[in-house]
């Protein structure tokens, strides 16, 4: 995955989990940063840990930062 790729965490659904979608795929559910770090992995981001999700501008939050997981 190229860093530039858009990834997006969608609002968190009634149950806390969030949508991760990157370069216009949606990878899963994420129940945190966790979650959101393991995704990126996958889709060949090296490197990447909780720190790196929550700092990280490369992440489109929609329905609140990476602090929200609750509805």
Known sequence: MASAMP?????PAED????VR???????????????????????LDDVDEAYVAA???IEWRGGGPQMWAH
């Open 7 to 11: 990834v997006v965490v969608y609002l």
């Open 16 to 19: 806390g989990g969030r949508r």
């Open 22 to 44: 990157v370069d216009g795929e949606i990878l899963g559910r994420a129940y945190g940063l966790r979650d959101v770090a393991e995704f990126l992995r996958r889709a060949g």
């Open 56 to 58: 990280s501008g490369l």
